[in-house]
């Protein structure tokens, strides 16, 4: 006779990530169903994750470019650059924040049965790869509008979209464990995302910085999301659009540090959540 161990949350890490491993239809079926609920009775429906980029490029421009005055980086059109770095913000923003909200809003399923929890986290990021991807087309399209086709660094373009799982999905379970027992975190992570988007170089260069304020470069490049947002740009853009290599140190050492520490952090605290729900 067949025999199966129980498996409770928090348990032996082999047994954990073999239960995780067993699972693994659903994380396909919690992913499609996080899709389908992101667009569930809305008018436009995925045609959302066209005109929010879009219009968010449009206003970037006009206030930095016509207002503002900031010169992008040399012979690329300002909304490509802005766009460039929108699509990759995108991805981690919407990871992030899906990620952060992920056992609250799954707190039906986590009252009720067990699984390992983790697989709510892993398959909120679903929803802003869809996004990304709709990005990326739009991108694609405007591209060929200015006749700036795309570069042959675009081939490093998947190390830079896996680091940016990695940062958000690191981020992102942090946030999910303390959301669970204070409720507020989920008002905060709107803001979080709004200021990092202007913290971060989608609007202007990294180059500009450097320019300006040489004395603070040295600590800017150690956001994380700066190496990840201009290694992005660079892959879309070419060598025209400003990327420092050193600043992959930061971002590399950051994100993985980042998620070691929160999945054993998820791991210790994930069996009290049923305590909060």
């Known amino acids: 006779m067949a025999y199966r161990t129980t498996i409770k949350a928090g348990g032996s890490g082999a047994d954990y990530w073999l239960d995780l491993w067993r699972n693994r239809q659903l994380l396909w079926i919690l992913s499609k169903r996080d899709i389908s609920v992101r667009y569930k009775?809305?008018?436009?429906?995925?045609?959302?994750?066209?005109?929010?980029?879009?219009?968010?490029?449009?206003?970037?421009?006009?206030?930095?470019?016509?207002?503002?005055?900031?010169?992008?980086?040399?012979?690329?059109?300002?909304?490509?650059?802005?766009?460039?770095?929108?699509?990759?913000?995108?991805?981690?923003?919407?990871?992030?924040?899906?990620?952060?909200?992920?056992?609250?809003?799954?707190?039906?399923?986590?009252?009720?049965?067990?699984?390992?929890?983790?697989?709510?986290?892993?398959?909120?990021?679903?929803?802003?790869?869809?996004?990304?991807?709709?990005?990326?087309?739009?991108?694609?399209?405007?591209?060929?509008?200015?006749?700036?086709?795309?570069?042959?660094?675009?081939?490093?373009?998947?190390?830079?979209?896996?680091?940016?799982?990695?940062?958000?999905?690191?981020?992102?379970?942090?946030?999910?464990?303390?959301?669970?027992?204070?409720?507020d975190i989920a008002q905060l992570i709107p803001f979080i995302v709004q200021v990092g988007m202007y913290a971060c170089p989608i609007a202007y260069s990294t180059r500009l910085v450097r320019d300006s304020l040489p004395q603070y470069y040295k600590y800017y490049i150690m956001n994380p999301a700066v190496g990840i947002i201009d290694g992005f740009k660079w892959c879309l853009l070419g060598d025209n659009s400003y990327f420092d290599p050193n600043s992959l140190y930061s971002t590399l050492i950051v994100s993985i540090i980042a998620l070691f520490l929160s999945v054993m952090y998820f791991r210790k605290q994930e069996n009290t959540f049923v305590d909060y729900i």
């Open 41 to 183: 009775q809305t008018l436009l429906g995925i045609a959302w994750s066209v005109v929010r980029p879009l219009m968010t490029m449009l206003v970037m421009a006009t206030v930095f470019s016509l207002v503002a005055k900031l010169p992008p980086d040399p012979n690329i059109p300002y909304p490509l650059m802005i766009l460039g770095g929108l699509t990759i913000w995108t991805f981690f923003s919407g990871a992030f924040s899906q990620v952060s909200n992920s056992i609250v809003l799954n707190s039906n399923l986590v009252s009720k049965v067990y699984f390992p929890r983790l697989l709510m986290p892993l398959s909120a990021v679903a929803v802003g790869f869809i996004d990304f991807l709709i990005s990326l087309v739009l991108f694609i399209g405007l591209s060929f509008f200015y006749n700036y086709l795309p570069s042959p660094n675009i081939i490093f373009l998947p190390f830079f979209l896996v680091l940016t799982f990695i940062s958000a999905l690191g981020f992102g379970l942090f946030f999910s464990v303390i959301n669970v027992r204070f409720r």
